[in-house]
């Protein structure tokens, strides 16, 4: 039987978008789904329902709340570090005299943002050797005496703010400076024939209106530093660093499913961690609609 070709004209919009929910079936809602039923089972080879038992094991658990500590240092030095930094940057930028070399720059700050983070924790793992690293070799050119920086839980963090700034800061530059470009000029010339200084045109046209591009960029941040895995893995010899102090949520997850076998409390950590992860968003998202 002949389908009319009014009929196909109704159904082509299905069947047009039909690739992406048979996609997100399979890919997104199918694992969500089954790694939450695992979550509800204990064991490997013989499994035992046990509820929300694992659950409560992970709210009790030292070791995770450890890893979202280490992730709760590392957002700072992001948020309070990197991106001020970034938006200075992005400011000089966007000034007239450099229009012609834009193109340059962004291409200089992208670059590290594409580089292997196996590459960049191999080279900031020599950088921050405590017998030939370089920047050990700086602070002795200063007067100043070697620290270890992967081998001291105190110096651990700061070392991969470091590697975090380095590898992220062009990133956040580019998302600050396509900000900037979307601030009509027109506000800044009436704000300079009004009498408004420098710091005045920033702190009540500028910066007001970044508010939407800064909520993404420190929501990106928040959730990078979280999900920080592949350099701080690797900085830590393939362990969690001394006192677990390079261990995050992701890493712990992967070490109890793929270590310790137990995939039913790692895809609990998942969830809690997603949990958590989803009540900062909505607060920020909240605030942010608060002061607009």
Partial sequence: MFIKPSHWLKLAPFLFISPFF???AVFNLYPTVY????SLYAGVSKLTFV????YGFVLQDEKFWKSMWNGLQLTGGSVFIILPIALGVALLINQPFVEKRKGLFATFFFTPNMTSAVAVAIVFGLIFNKQFGSL???LSFVGMSSIAWLENPRWTIPALILLSTWRYLGINILYFLAGLQNIPSELIEAAKMD?????QRFWRITLPLLRPILTFIVFQAIIGSFNMFAEAYLLAGGGSGPDNSLLFPTMYLY???FRSQNFGYSSAIGYVFTFILLAIGMLQLRMF???K
Avoid: D, M
């Fill in 22 to 24: 048979i996609h997100f």
């Fill in 255 to 257: 070490e109890q499913a």
């Fill in 35 to 38: 790694g939450f039923w695992v």
């Fill in 51 to 54: 509820g929300f038992r694992n």
């Fill in 195 to 199: 009498g408004a200084n420098l710091f």
């Fill in 289 to 291: 609609q608060e002061r």
């Fill in 136 to 138: 050990n070799v700086i």
